[in-house]
């Protein structure tokens, strides 16, 4: 009977160690399968990821070649909107100038009829004058400054208007 006992006794150590062994080649076999998914997606999930940053980088790029498109035609526009004021001061300049010297005399049309004889002509004309038409009257040299400068101004302000106007085409275009 101890004879039996220890067959079956070695018998069952056997059996364990041949599960044991058995378990752990299993679980071996199965690590090393999981080792081998794992890596195969963390490959993929670094190819989606080198992926999406050079996307990323192209359009970074794309968006600073629009910037820098945006930015010279700025400066262009800059240029351009500094030369149409400064040509416009320039001729106001000349224009006050011309008035302070007398060399230049504006004139308003008067809404008074003219007094015509029975042929349609006018029956005289003014002194230093040949033109026959509509009544005119001078203005004094200080208020014709005056409307110089007013219409300086409105220049001015067309012409800024002008240049808000090109940038906010020039923007909403670039969108």
Known sequence: MKLDALKWGGALLVMLGLMFGSAWTAWVWQANAY????AKQEAAHQTTLTHLANANSALIIAEQGKRLALEQWLAASDQSHYRAL????T??????????TADLRLSVLLDIPATH????????TSPGSVVHGTARAQLDRAHAQRVIGIT???DQGLIALQACQAYVKEVSRTK
């Open 35 to 38: 080792d081998k998914k794992l």
């Open 86 to 89: 400064t040509d416009a001061k």
């Open 91 to 100: 001729t106001q300049t000349r224009l006050r100038d011309r008035l302070a």
């Open 117 to 124: 004889d029975r042929h349609g002509m006018q029956a005289t």
């Open 152 to 154: 300086g101004d409105g």
